[in-house]
Nanobody, 124 residues
Framework: HVQLVESGGGSVQAGGSLTLSCSDS????????MGWFRQAPGNEREAVAT???????TYAEFVKGRFTISLDNAKNTLTLQMNSLEPEDTAMYYC???????????????????WGQGTQVTVS
């Protein structure tokens, strides 16, 4: 049973960095595409970055080279390193697993089966 637990959110000033982690005790979350999404109040949940089983990584355009997603299979942990944070990055960040990432599916939350509880990122 996939159970995702995020950590690492917090409050930082613009230009700062944060590292988000997502752990999976089942060890099977990475059997399919995994990724990070975010949702700001009043907005839809949007994809930030995904990594599929072949290692292909896709980033949303707004990342602009500032974020790095990585998967440590040995530790069953998905990480999102975020640098040069901007106030527009303020949102709840969610880890997602067992997704379909072919074509444009990676952008769409409904194609992911499992979700963490979210971790808040606030940039001022």
């Amino acid at each position: 049973h996939v159970q995702l637990v995020e950590s690492g959110g917090g409050s930082v000033q613009a230009g700062g960095s944060l590292t988000l982690s997502c752990s999976d005790s089942s060890g099977t979350a990475s059997d399919y595409c995994m990724g990070w999404f975010r949702q700001a109040p009043g907005n839809e949940r949007e994809a930030v970055a995904t990594t599929d089983t072949s290692g292909k990584i896709t980033y949303a355009e707004f990342v602009k080279g500032r974020f790095t997603i990585s998967l440590d299979n040995a530790k069953n942990t998905l990480t999102l390193q975020m640098n040069s944070l901007e106030p527009e990055d303020t949102a709840m960040y969610y880890c997602a697993a067992h997704g379909v990432c072919s074509g444009d599916h990676w952008k769409v939350a409904k194609y992911f089966t499992y979700w963490g509880q979210g971790t808040q990122v606030t940039v001022s």
